[in-house]
T-cell receptor, first 113, second 112 residues
Framework: GAVVSQHPSWVICKSGTSVKIECRSLDFQATTMFWYRQFPKQSLMLMATSNEGSKATYEQGVEKDKFLINHASLTLSTLTVTSAHPEDSSFYIC?????????FGQGTRLTVV | QKEVEQDPGPLSVPEGAIVSLNCTYSNSAFQYFMWYRQYSRKGPELLMYTYSSGNKEDGRFTAQVDKSSKYISLFIRDSQPSDSATYLCAMSSSGSARQLTFGSGTQLTVLP
């Protein structure tokens, strides 16, 4: 069965608005979750590491004030794209790790118009 | 130079063909190698996982790692239309899934 649930699977929003994406761990408690972004025909790029109960760690070049991450519980991490612009349109995917195995969410296709 | 290079394709083959997908890498510290399959508009799912050099077989899929050449391959035998997806290689030096470096993915279409 599914280990990770990501919601919504797709969203269209107007430029300047904010969008929240949820990632839930279904089978185990995840102290750490990861957020990736994937542009068409490009690799998965790690955006940030979400840590339960503490601030997220952002990769170089990722604006922490634009991509707000909240990991308030061991089963839920949220990514909020604030003041979205068309260049933020992408496929966003969360990932959990259990031992040596990675489990990905279903992904969220964000289109900013 | 990217740490992991993967031919993006697209690659089209007839049903039943043998498919070969490849990645090269530059970081000699990588020891753990994975292949993920990603269907359109879905998250990647783990297909194969290998450690160090050698072969690993699982049904129609065979993963090969040649650390001396820094080259990994995924072979799909008797390919099916349901194999049509993007295949991503990924690798890690630590054995932790937390520190994966991904290839850009190869888009495969198996024609019926």
């Amino acid at each position: 069965g599914a280990v990770v649930s990501q919601h919504p699977s797709w969203v269209i929003c107007k430029s300047g608005t904010s969008v929240k994406i949820e990632c839930r761990s279904l089978d185990f408690q995840a102290t750490t979750m990861f957020w990736y972004r994937q542009f068409p025909k490009q690799s998965l790029m790690l955006m940030a590491t979400s840590n339960e109960g503490s601030k997220a760690t952002y990769e170089q070049g990722v604006e922490k004030d634009k991509f707000l991450i909240n990991h308030a519980s061991l089963t839920l991490s949220t990514l909020t794209v604030t003041s979205a612009h068309p260049e933020d349109s992408s496929f966003y995917i969360c990932k959990l790790d259990r031992d040596t195995e990675a489990f990905f969410g279903q992904g969220t296709r964000l289109t900013v118009v | 130079q990217k740490e992991v290079e993967q031919d993006p394709g697209p690659l089209s083959v007839p049903e039943g063909a043998i498919v070969s997908l490849n990645c090269t890498y530059s970081n000699s510290a990588f020891q753990y190698f994975m292949w993920y399959r990603q269907y359109s508009r879905k998250g990647p799912e783990l297909l194969m996982y290998t450690y160090s050099s050698g072969n690993k077989e699982d049904g129609r899929f065979t993963a090969q790692v040649d650390k001396s050449s820094k080259y990994i391959s995924l072979f799909i035998r008797d390919s099916q239309p349901s194999d049509s997806a993007t295949y991503l290689c990924a690798m890690s030096s630590s054995g932790s899934a937390r520190q994966l470096t991904f290839g850009s993915g190869t888009q495969l279409t198996v024609l019926p």
